[in-house]
């Protein structure tokens, strides 16, 4: 059984910052993308930033020069730090992760639970 856990949403004020992390556990063999999406209310979940496989890196236009996304391949952590936090990036932020589980062939698309993020004075 595969798990993401989320952490490090919660209430932060325009130009702020906060890091996010989500950790990938269970029978995992290998991942082939791992990354951030997020869903405002009324919207549709859109990417926020991904890692694939071989490293590379996806930004949403609207946040490349604010948040950056990294990684720690020997714990299958993700992490998402957010700086010059606006209103408009207030949303449920959630890890994807596109993975092989041990004794599977093909991988799967997996989603955690989900982190509110509200950006607010």
């Known amino acids: 059984q595969v798990q993401l856990v989320e952490s490090g949403g919660g209430l932060v004020q325009p130009g702020g910052s906060l890091r996010l992390s989500c950790a990938a556990s269970g029978s995992i063999f290998s991942i082939n993308a791992m990354g951030w999406y997020r869903q405002a209310p009324g919207k549709q979940r859109e990417l926020v930033a991904t890692?694939?496989?071989?490293?590379?890196?996806n930004y949403a236009d609207s946040v490349k020069g604010r948040f950056t996304i990294s990684r720690d391949n020997a714990k299958n952590t993700v992490y998402l730090q957010m700086s010059s936090l606006k209103p408009e990036d207030t949303a449920v932020y959630y890890c994807n992760a596109v993975l092989r589980q041990v004794g599977q062939i093909y991988a799967k698309n997996y989603w955690g639970q989900g982190t509110q993020v509200t950006v607010s004075s």
């Open positions: 890692f694939s496989s071989a490293g590379n890196t």
